[in-house]
């Protein structure tokens, strides 16, 4: 009589990868690595921007302090503007120096604290919004 033995044989899986298991070598992920080359290339790129003259700008603010307020987005744009030419840093700051002794005639101090007051509830909550921006 024979007798059929039968071997049961455990199969090993083995995995195998194009890339280096070393820990010395690693390979960095796709997506960050075509962001990076992207942000890269883009700061080779100098996009024509047109200046906005230091004259043009306080025009476009005394409007807006004169109580236009439909001149505000204007008065973004071009300090937008002058901060992507690059060319206006020192006299922006002159700038901002003097407009900041300048109060607003049409502002209620009272009614803008009330209104302060009611977006914020305690000094905490503001000292925490204030030192989250200034930490930006």
Known sequence: ?????????????????????SPVEKK?????????LAKAHVKDV??????????ELKTRIKKYFEGDEEALPSVLEAILRRKLA????????????ELEVQPRDDVDEEEFESDFDNLYSTDEEMLAILAMFLMK
């Not at 083995?14 to 298991?21: K, L, N």
């Not at 960095?28 to 990076?36: G, Y």
């Open 1 to 21: 009589m024979h007798e059929n033995k039968c071997k049961i044989t455990r199969s090993r899986l083995r995995f195998y990868s194009s890339e280096s298991d």
């Open 28 to 36: 960095l992920d796709p997506v960050i690595e075509s962001a990076s």
């Open 46 to 55: 100098a996009l024509p921007v047109e200046d906005v003259s230091s004259k």
């Open 86 to 97: 690059g060319k206006h840093e020192e006299t922006d700051d002159e700038l901002m120096d």
